[in-house]
Structure formats: structure tokens, C-alpha cells
């Protein structure tokens, strides 16, 4: 056990040593707050051919299962919209996708939402907190006990089909029908379901959008704004609109294989699905006795500014993020030995996207 001398006993420059060695301890602990691991504790997710959760999804990995079917006479009649001619108007030229099932199952009551009030409820906003209850309870975290805590809620979506259909009969619109479909109230109702008081953010950035949700969680703990928070994405192909607009801009592949960094690549396949991930500061997670099952060492997130187009990739920028996360978590690129890319199967973004992943990492490995 040490003790501090009071200042009086100390000369002058004793003292100025003192008070630096003292800023300089509050700076590394600050740095290191700033930089500190996140561990992620629980998981949930649904996603296309039965994996209904992180246990069956890795088995569908693991079996090597095309989870890819024609889409759904449920959702729309692929008859009325398909036309393998990729100029016909209103049409798309694939028939493709990854569909969940059984999508308009959802018990309201038990989260405490009216029957009539559930009519007008987005499938993405039922799906997202049936999820989150999923992943807190994987975590060994009882959802209740999370009630007037300061966790954070950050979602990502996209999709707005819900509010499409629902919009096309102006006489049908009702009091629930504004929230019901609301972006902004996706990430709210998991807030107001578990009555968290912490930050509650629903964001779109396309293609990015969870991974930036997990970037924002991220540092709202190392703030310490936050002790723990969720962080998500949900997705659900609900009316062709999207897909029609994706073939316009001939970004779908047409027999719904996605065959990224192949010479053969000619589009992606559009999927629905939801992850959540329970996120806490590692030091708390280890305190707690949580079950770890992964860490977050760093995050980074940027645009690519005026490059070759609104819509296309640029490869400086991709290096520049890469490094920038890389940073941010302090690691070396040599020390990184596994990366899960984009691939969106591209002509155009694949080769910028290899070459950026080269740029940074093959400099720190060998040809082995």
C-alpha cells in the first residue's frame, strides 16, 4: 500500500514532478479507456434457411446449405414482375433471394402491443425486438433486469416496404400507421419494450449499416456513456420496389449466386434477416463474469468523398478506413489472419476491393 505526501512537503520541483507523473496516470487511463476491448456476450439472429439462431446458423455454415430459394408467393407473385430482359420496364431480371419463414408469426401481447396496434407494426420492428430478447437471454442477461439502466439501443435498416404497402390505400391509415413503419421508432420500441434509458439510434448506410451501428456502440462504451448497449440489423423483402430499382442499376445477379472475386461475377442476391449482439467494455464483461464469445479491438468508419461515382467504391478510401480501424485497435496488419470481406460479386467492386485488402495487408504476410 503506498501513500502520497502532501504537497507541503514537497519542494518545489518535487511537487511539479508529483503533478506530472499524476496528469500523466490520468492520461493513460483515459487512453486506455479510449481504446479498451468490447467484448460481445450474447447473440441473436434469424436468418434464411431455418437459422433461427446462432446455434443453427453455424450448423447451415457448417453443412455448407444453400439457403437461397425463388421468392415467395407470399411476399409477391414473381410471375407479374419477372422479365429476363434486363431494359423491361417495371421488372427485374432475377427471381432470387434469401426469405425467412413464417415472418407474420409475432406474440404482441407478451411485448405488450395491442392486437389492433400489431396490424400496423413493420414484421422488422417485431423481428428486431423478438431478436434482442433472443440475444439478452443468450447472454445469461434477464431482459427485466435491465429496466431504467442506461444500455444503448443502435439498429440498422434500410428497407421501408412495410410502410409501402401499407401507405397505398390513403383511407386505410390509421394512428398506429405513422409508428408502426417509422425508422426512427425501430430502434425505440426495443428502448421502450425493456425501458432503457440509454441512447436509442436507428441509421441507414446501406450495405454498412449494422457494422456502423457496432462502430457507434462501440464507443458509446468507451465513452462511458454507456455500460452496455445492443447493437442490430434487420432486413425483410416485403414489395419488389427495391428489387425492381437493383435491377435498373444492374446490381442483381440473375441466377441469385452471388460470386464474389470470380471472373464470372455478375451481381449479388438481395436476403432478409436480423442480428443482434450484446456488446460490454471487456474489463466490466470479465468483472461480471460474463461468457465472452468474442472482442471488439478496434472499429473505424469513413465515405469515400467525390470518387467515380455516388453509388461506386473507391479503393483509397477502403484503405483508408482499414488502417484506420486497424489503428484504433492497435494491431498490425501482419497480425491479422482471417478477414471477412465484402464480396458483393461485382465486376467493378471486387477488384477494387482485393486491391485495397492487398495494399494494407500483404505487406505483413507472406506468400504462405
Not at 435491465?146 to 401507405?167: E, F, K, P
Request: negative net charge; charged residues 25%.
Amino acid at each position: 500500500m503506498t501513500s502520497e505526501k502532501p504537497k507541503e512537503s514537497l519542494s518545489p520541483l518535487q511537487n511539479a514532478v508529483f503533478l506530472l507523473r499524476k496528469s500523466q496516470a490520468k492520461l493513460a487511463a483515459y487512453e486506455g479507456a479510449r481504446s479498451e476491448p468490447i467484448a460481445i456476450v450474447g447473440m441473436g439472429c434469424r436468418f434464411p434457411g431455418g437459422a433461427s439462431s446462432p446455434t443453427r446458423y453455424w450448423q447451415l455454415l457448417r453443412d455448407g446449405k444453400d439457403a437461397i430459394g425463388e421468392i415467395p408467393p407470399e411476399r409477391w407473385d414473381v410471375d407479374d414482375f419477372y422479365d429476363p430482359d434486363r431494359g423491361a420496364p417495371g421488372r427485374m431480371y432475377t427471381r432470387w433471394g434469401g426469405f425467412i419463414e413464417q415472418i407474420d408469426e409475432f406474440d404482441a401481447d407478451f411485448f405488450g402491443i395491442s392486437p389492433r396496434e400489431a396490424t400496423r407494426v413493420d414484421p422488422q420492428h417485431r423481428l428486431l425486438l423478438e431478436v434482442a430478447w433472443e440475444a439478452l437471454e443468450d447472454a445469461g442477461i434477464p431482459p427485466e433486469s435491465l429496466s431504467q439502466t442506461g444500455t444503448g439501443v443502435y439498429v440498422g435498416v434500410i428497407a421501408n416496404d412495410y410502410a409501402l404497402l401499407q401507405s397505398r390505400d390513403l383511407d386505410d391509415i390509421d394512428v398506429f400507421s405513422g409508428t408502426g413503419s417509422s425508422h426512427a421508432i425501430l430502434a425505440n420500441r426495443v428502448s421502450y419494450a425493456l425501458n432503457l434509458r440509454g441512447p436509442s439510434i436507428t441509421l441507414d448506410t446501406a450495405c454498412s449499416s449494422s457494422l456502423v451501428t457496432v462502430h457507434l456502440a462501440c464507443q458509446s462504451l468507451r465513452r462511458q456513456e454507456t455500460d452496455m448497449a445492443l447493437a442490430a440489423g434487420v432486413n425483410l423483402i416485403l414489395s419488389p420496389e427495391m428489387t425492381v430499382a437493383l435491377s435498373k442499376a444492374h446490381m442483381m445477379s440473375p441466377d441469385g449466386r452471388c460470386k464474389a472475386f470470380d471472373a464470372s461475377a455478375d451481381g449479388y442476391v438481395r436476403g432478409e434477416g436480423c442480428g443482434v449482439v450484446v456488446l460490454k467494455r471487456l474489463s466490466d464483461a470479465r468483472r461480471d463474469g460474463d461468457r465472452i464469445l468474442a472482442a471488439v479491438r478496434g472499429t473505424a468508419v469513413n465515405h469515400d468523398g467525390r470518387s467515380n461515382g455516388l453509388s461506386a467504391p473507391n479503393g483509397p478510401a477502403q484503405e483508408e478506413v482499414i488502417r484506420a480501424a486497424l489503428a484504433d485497435g492497435h494491431v498490425a496488419p501482419g497480425e491479422v489472419g482471417y478477414i471477412e470481406t465484402h464480396g458483393t460479386g461485382t465486376r467493378l467492386g471486387d477488384p477494387i476491393e482485393m486491391d485495397a485488402l492487398a495494399n494494407v495487408f500483404a505487406p505483413g504476410h507472406t506468400a504462405d
